[in-house]
């Protein structure tokens, strides 16, 4: 498996990634927690208020969703040198959704809006278009290292298509989704793009760890790639390819940072950040330090922690000598909980225990017990369980029409939101729509926030976003503790 991660927008997107390979239910060895998060994460970074809001539940929802994969690997996927597609008129697993696959509980599913309608003269079919459907691919590690993994991206496109499917049309045609597998393996990624340019009008939603691979060959047959999270720096420099949930490498919210200073006050000028010792982790570990450093956080202790250790007791000790009372942790969920059992034995409890949106997962829920109450986690997301939220309903009902079961995670979403923005672009264009057109609209794109399901995102710029949600796990649930939807401010630039 090779990896270009180094010098990749990943250092920013770097340690969650590595948190949700090594977090999905399984243990992965810690050479291969080393090559996975080599590829880098998404990282804000936030705490709580606390006097903020918390949005009321809908009765029988499921916990504030969560960020693993919440699926298991199956017949959604096709592998890099095949796949398995749908065709009009069906939506099991597999295919995108023909134009059946109502609405949970059997009545009319609403009509799909797909914006603004473009004229349809002039409207011709050229690769991946028929005058039936418009084929769109989504290339997603479904196999690897952690079968499934990202499973969840896969079936959000496919959730939004069939949602589409069941409503709507892009000039007569139907959405039809070629699902790829690319293994976590970069040389994978390129053979599914390869596969995706030959047969597809675009991608969407894809997410893929070593997504470097790929990156070259979409550029150079012109596909449109719309991403869910995008990791590797050959993708953020890709003409050709974009992100719903937009990185630039240097630049984090500045609103992390003040935020924490709002909430916390004199605890903010003791600040503890630790990470796990492995790929581009130390490097987007750093940032995160400059970055709170400038925004006002008096960040006293940045210590790397490597993979293999199991003794947390001396980095907990020293957090007590330092006298830190914020705490941030950047690495796999099982070795957070690693690090709160051993705060919990050694009755060390700072202000606030922080880390980023990968760990918004039922799974770490379950395993941490007692010690992960009051983590905090910054997310970018609306809260997936508040079925309040019209496009939070709408995803997770359609998800369960292409997969019973499965979870709402922020990979199914972004993945989902990609879909839409595909839409709305492509029913913009009409009979202009072309591979060039579609890029060059996509590049126009600002504060895209997929009808109110994350925060808005600058798809065309690929500028960082500069807002986060802050929510805490207590009683085993997550609740959101940030006021109003998003706190925002400005991105420092860091080195």
Known sequence: MTTAGARTAAAVLGAALALTLAGCGSQVAPDTVARVASAGAL??????????????????????????????????????????TGSTGSAGPGSAGGSSGGSSGGDAPPAADPGQQGSC???????GVTDQTITLANVSDIS????GV??????????????????????????????????????????????????????IGSMSVFDDGGAATAEECGLPDLHALSVSQQVFECSTCFGTAAVTPTLQPAAVPQYLRKAYGAAADKVGVLYINVGTVPLASKRLAEAWRKGGLGVDYVQAIDVAEFNYAPYVQELKNRGIELVTYVGPYQHTIRMQQAMQQQGY?????????????????QEAGAAGEGTLVYTTTALLDDLRNEEVALYRSWLEQVRPGAVATIYGAYAWSATRLFVEQANRLGGRLARASLVAALRKVSDWTGNGLHSPQQVGSKRSGDCVRFIQLGGGRWKQVSPGDYVCGDLVKVS
């Open 43 to 84: 990282v804000p970074g936030a705490a709580p208020d606390l006097g903020g809001s918390d949005p009321a539940v809908a009765d029988g929802g499921d916990d504030a969703g969560g960020t693993g994969t919440g699926a298991t690997a199956g017949s959604a996927g096709g592998v890099a040198g095949g796949s398995t």
């Open 121 to 127: 003269d002039g409207f011709a079919n050229t690769t």
């Open 144 to 147: 690897g290292p952690v079968p």
């Open 150 to 203: 990202f499973q969840a991206a896969q079936d959000g496109a496919r959730a939004f298509a069939a949602y589409f499917n069941a409503t709507s049309d892009i000039c007569g045609r139907k959405l039809d989704v070629l699902a790829l597998d690319s293994r976590a393996d970069s040389a994978a990624n390129q053979v599914a793009y390869t596969k995706a340019c030959d047969e597809a009008f675009a991608a």
């Open 349 to 365: 409890e700072p202000k606030a225990f922080i880390q980023d949106q990968t760990i918004y997962d039922d799974t770490y829920v």
